[in-house]
T-cell receptor, first 115, second 116 residues
């Protein structure tokens, strides 16, 4: 168990809908990362927050947004869902962003299925 | 741009035999390299990392990795494979913009199958 929790584990929804994925980092970790894993794209970095502030953006669609709250948990919001958004969404956390403090520990993921 | 390549989609090995899972990288500065393992329907588990220092890095579950700067490789190894090692192994490199971020770039993964 990495100490990173994600809810829900599974999510089934329809095209056009909006969903929110939640992540709680390991105790003491300040950085949260979101990744998308799909069969054709592999693991892709979406976005990173550090202590409440956006730190880096990757291949995140405009329909997707995220935030990190004062208690350091994070939410990833996916809207106007399309079939192609079906994937595993992972959250990871790290103590900091450099050196050994930057080792990322992953949650179990949320499997999203858009029908 | 930073990148990672895992040239083998699948590696088959008999239980008790040594295993190697290959990874090569391309970075503009000093590489920060990681190996993760993913079991079915589970998240990624951290195995080991190379940041600096000894080229041979020891990690969890008896795994180790050898950093080779001249060959830009970071191959994962284990002296004696177990059936329970069967999983997806993913290599990653930190995409480092002067330390401002810590995002990882992942390889496509190598499926390790250990036969009894």
């Amino acid at each position: 168990d990495s100490g990173v929790t994600q809810t829900p584990k599974h999510l089934i929804t329809a095209t056009g809908q909006r969903v929110t994925l939640r992540c709680s980092p390991r105790s003491g970790d300040l950085s949260v990362y979101w990744y998308q894993q799909s069969l054709d794209q592999g693991l892709q970095f979406l976005i990173q927050y550090y202590n409440g502030e956006e730190r880096a953006k990757g291949n995140i669609l405009e329909r997707f947004s995220a935030q990190q709250f004062p208690d350091l948990h994070s939410e990833l919001n996916l809207s106007s869902l399309e079939l192609g958004d079906s994937a595993l969404y992972f959250c990871a956390s790290s103590l900091g962003t450099s050196g050994g403090a930057g080792t990322q520990y992953f949650g179990p993921g949320t499997r999203l299925l858009v029908l | 741009a930073q990148s990672v390549a895992q040239p083998e989609d699948q590696v088959n090995v008999a239980e008790g035999n040594p295993l190697t899972v290959k990874c090569t990288y391309s970075v503009s500065g000093n590489p920060y390299l990681f190996w993760y393992v993913q079991y079915p329907n589970r998240g990624l588990q951290f195995l080991l990392k190379y940041i600096t220092g000894d080229n041979l890095v020891k990690g969890s579950y008896g795994f180790e990795a050898e950093f080779n700067k001249s060959q830009t490789s970071f191959h994962l190894k284990k002296p004696s494979a177990l059936v329970s090692d069967s999983a997806l192994y993913v290599c990653a490199v930190r995409d480092d913009y002067g330390g401002a971020t810590n995002k990882l770039i992942f390889g496509t993964g190598t499926l390790l199958a250990v036969q009894p």
